[in-house]
């Protein structure tokens, strides 16, 4: 069946275009280009109603779950999921015919192929009609029907025409920062950054650089026999890095990082380093569309807008959800309630970890739990803290606080007690955490642990019994710059090889949406999908063993929120 949109629908669209002006801000008229956007990403005509269409012959859909960009995703450049493929929808595709045969190679370069499959054809190219007619009638250019799972929009001429001229102006000519030859990244790093750190940051994004540049050195198209060793040559950029510095607050850093990019038109922004707010960086790939992929930060941007920042995760507000998903596990298991008491000391980290925290304990339903905030410097004094909620029950106390918590801790006695701390904010003295609170000490984790091999063992733990339930700690310093920044290099590096040369912003972004897991860093599991912006989901809640060993025992499994 096949649904040609009404004269009811075309009416109601032109009067929801005239009523525009009442819909968005006062002298913010959208233009056509954004609301062609909107109606692609989003699913939203521009009366701001959604956009409706039939699948399957006769199933009514709509909305965002429906609109293009959910399948062809944001640079339309297709995607495959569960044995579907999804073609690209972009100008630079659509309006080229689609051949059979090596569709990768383009004008001149089809010269190597064999006559007899040279100009076989998929498809011819769209003209603006054909693609108004392939939106609302599901018909392609050479009279095939479209597959039934692409919805036949119900649009009216003006609607389907301001979709059309988004389609054709998306990923139509590449990206800032590209060349025949060379893909151009930048990474950012803030001013506060150590010396060392930023040397060994800095080290292994170059020396990934050279080693990626070298497979290129030699390359010569002319040279290839094998058309997909061909294809990969056509696809080959060098790249090269250029490093932002960002000195000053971080109120300074806009202007600094709008100078950067005048200067240095980049593809995107290759991690970066800061020990502050991420915030006026994320604002700044916002405002350009500019990717920033996986900076080396604890202080993300963990709400609101954001499409072009990906993280590695939520930082220290991990760490709090974490712990509320393993407190709500607790409680439920338990018969009775227990008094619960949140410390939260002033710094910036310690404020992430409550807010967290506090987020995800109102989404599992349970009221807010009281809150200590301490002054600047004031040191904790947990056993008195405790004392305060002991005759309501066995007590809990989320500490979140440094090692300056250590001294307090030292006095705690009662054995019913529970101190949930965050290895975070403990940072490189998290060992030193004393030895007299360990049993009841839990502490948020989020990375990976390991077990020891059996090899291992006797050197370890003191009895088989001990060794059975350790699990050793991977990483290399408590910042983990040399491992994470591998990672990124590592990561990025198949994303690149999966983009042939559309080379696009928003398509590295797409890309990146469709790998799989990635098991082996320092996180236990970093998941990528569609509009996801937080590659770790989750932490471990572990205890301390009494010695001198830097490694945990598991007391839950990966908790993700």
């Known amino acids: 069946m096949t649904w040609l949109p009404s004269r009811r629908w075309a009416l109601g669209a032109v009067l929801a275009l005239g009523s525009l002006m009442n819909l968005w801000p006062q002298g913010h008229e959208p233009s056509p280009q954004a609301l062609g956007e909107r109606m692609y990403r989003e699913g939203l005509l521009p009366s701001g ?31 495959a999921e569960g044995g579907v493929a999804t073609p690209a929808t972009n100008g630079e595709k659509l309006f080229r015919p689609w051949f059979r045969y090596h569709p990768f190679l383009e004008g001149e370069e089809r010269r190597v192929l064999p006559e007899s499959i040279r100009d076989a054809l998929r498809r011819p190219a769209y003209t603006e009609a054909d693609l108004e007619r392939a939106l609302t009638e599901g018909v392609a250019p050479d009279g ?17 025409r301001l979709l059309v001229r988004y389609l054709k102006g998306l990923s139509a000519t590449a990206s800032p920062g590209v060349t025949q030859t060379t893909l151009k990244f930048a990474t950012i790093i803030a001013g506060e950054v150590s010396a060392e750190d930023r040397a060994d940051f800095l080290e292994v994004l170059r020396y990934r650089i050279e080693a990626h540049n070298r497979r290129g050195a030699h390359r010569d198209t002319a040279s290839f026999r094998a058309l997909a060793a061909l294809e990969g040559a056509l696809a080959f950029r060098d790249w090269s890095l250029s490093v932002w510095e960002l000195k000053g607050p971080p109120g300074s ?3 600094q990082l709008e100078a950067h990019l005048r200067r240095e038109p980049v593809f995107a922004v290759l991690s970066g380093l800061s020990y502050g707010p991420w915030e006026p960086i994320h604002a700044f790939s916002e405002r350009h569309r500019l990717p920033c992929i996986l900076p080396l930060t604890e202080h993300p941007q963990p709400q609101g807008p954001g499409w072009y920042t990906l993280y590695f995760s939520k930082g220290p507000r991990q760490e709090g959800e974490a712990a509320a998903a393993y407190l709500s596990n607790l409680i439920q298991k338990g018969a009775e309630e227990r008094p619960i008491l949140q410390v939260v000391a002033s710094t910036p980290e310690a404020q992430a970890v409550a807010k967290g925290f506090d987020a995800a304990w109102a989404d599992r339903g349970h009221d807010a739990v009281h809150t200590v905030r301490l002054r600047p410097g004031q040191r904790p004094d947990a056993a008195s803290l405790l004392r305060r909620i002991r005759e309501k029950g066995a007590p809990i106390l989320l ?14 006695k009662d054995p019913s007690a529970l101190v949930l701390l965050s290895t975070s904010l403990l940072g490189p003295r998290l060992w030193e955490l004393p030895q007299e609170i360990r049993d009841q000490a839990r502490l948020a984790y989020p990375y990976r642990l390991f077990r020891p091999p059996a090899s291992m063992m006797g050197q370890i733990a003191a009895s088989p019994a001990a060794g059975s339930s350790l699990s050793l700690v991977a990483g290399d310093t408590h910042r983990r710059i040399r491992s994470r920044a591998f990672t990124v290099m590592k990561t990025m590096e198949e994303v690149i090889s999966h983009m042939e040369r559309n ?13 799989m897991d990635d098991l082996e860093t320092d996180y236990e599991r970093l998941s990528y999908g569609p509009g996801q912006r937080f590659a770790s989901k989750g932490c471990y809640v572990v205890r301390m063993p009494k010695g001198d060993l830097h490694g945990f025992i598991k007391d839950s499994d990966w908790v993700i929120h």
């Open 49 to 79: 109603e959604p956009m409706k269409g039939l699948v399957r012959g006769d199933v009514p859909v709509e909305g965002a779950a429906f609109a293009c960009a959910s399948c062809h995703m944001q640079a339309g450049l297709g995607s």
């Open 144 to 160: 095939r029907d479209l597959s039934d799972i692409m919805p036949r929009y119900a649009l009216s001429s003006e609607e389907a």
């Open 253 to 255: 850093w806009a202007d």
């Open 399 to 412: 500490l979140w606080a440094g090692p300056e918590s250590y001294a307090g801790l030292r006095s705690v």
């Open 503 to 515: 080379f696009y912003r928003d398509h590295l972004l797409d890309t990146f949406s469709m790998l």
